[in-house]
């Protein structure tokens, strides 16, 4: 199994939907989890730490599980504004990143 | 703040030219990074300074030098360039703990012929 595994898309999905991602890591002594998010030709930003609990930032929820060794991603009533590369990220040892997943959000 | 900047924003060299990639950071982080990110490719980590002072090898260091020159500035040389080399580079900066949350700079394009 690779470190971290993300289905790249694109997903493609009309204003107002609701669409999640997910990805899987290896790793079981893996510490911490994130996601990023990276525009077209731009620089990676945090999107938001992943926490054991699960935690909620607006129309953003990230979950963890794991038993299954995978982190979730869930955007509710997408916008235009969130098309990008969704990019998953695991602390363990080291930093390792994820492919990315492509979303493209239409009008 | 200008949180974490690059220069060059792109530069195309020779094979066998050598360079330096500059960073900066302005938010008193310890750790910093250099990352290239290739297509089809995660970001793949370069070398690492988790403080002032020390610099390790990461994932694929082979052809890279750095510097962490004080604080705030961390540099990637480039000693004798190669074709492969040709990629995104990143410099990014951490607050906390090595490898926590990470703040990128918007990156150098490179490109060696």
């Known amino acids: 199994r690779k470190e971290v595994e993300q289905d790249p898309g694109p997903f493609n999905v009309p204003e107002g939907a609701t669409v999640a991602f997910n990805c899987t890591y290896s790793?079981?002594?893996?510490?911490?989890f994130f996601w990023y998010r990276q525009d077209c030709r731009k620089e990676p930003k945090l999107l938001m730490s992943?926490?054991?609990s699960g935690n909620e930032d607006g129309r953003f929820t990230a979950q963890l599980n794991r038993a299954s060794q995978y982190i979730s991603l869930l955007i509710r009533d997408s916008k235009l504004s969130d098309s990008a590369t969704y990019l998953c990220?695991?602390?363990?040892?080291?930093?390792?990143f994820g492919k990315g997943t492509m979303l493209l959000v239409s009008p | 703040n200008a949180g974490v900047t690059q220069t060059p924003k792109f530069q195309v060299l020779k094979t066998g030219q050598s360079m330096t990639l500059q960073c900066a950071q302005d938010?008193?982080?310890?750790?910093m990074y250099w990352y290239r990110q290739d297509p089809g490719m995660g970001l793949r980590l370069i070398y690492y300074?988790?403080?002032?002072?020390?610099?390790d090898k990461g994932e694929v260091p082979n052809g890279y030098n750095v510097s962490r020159l004080n604080k705030r500035e961390f540099s990637l040389r480039l000693e004798s360039a190669a074709p492969s080399q040709t990629s995104v580079y990143f410099c990014?900066?951490?607050?906390?703990?090595?490898?926590?949350?990470?703040?990128f700079g918007p990156g150098t394009r490179l490109t060696v012929l």
């Open positions: 790793n079981s002594a893996s510490q911490s």
């Open positions: 990220v695991v602390r363990g040892s080291t930093l390792t």
């Open positions: 990014a900066s951490g607050a906390g703990a090595l490898y926590n949350e990470q703040f």
């Open positions: 300074s988790a403080s002032e002072g020390t610099t």
């Open positions: 938010m008193n982080h310890n750790s």
């Open positions: 992943v926490y054991s």
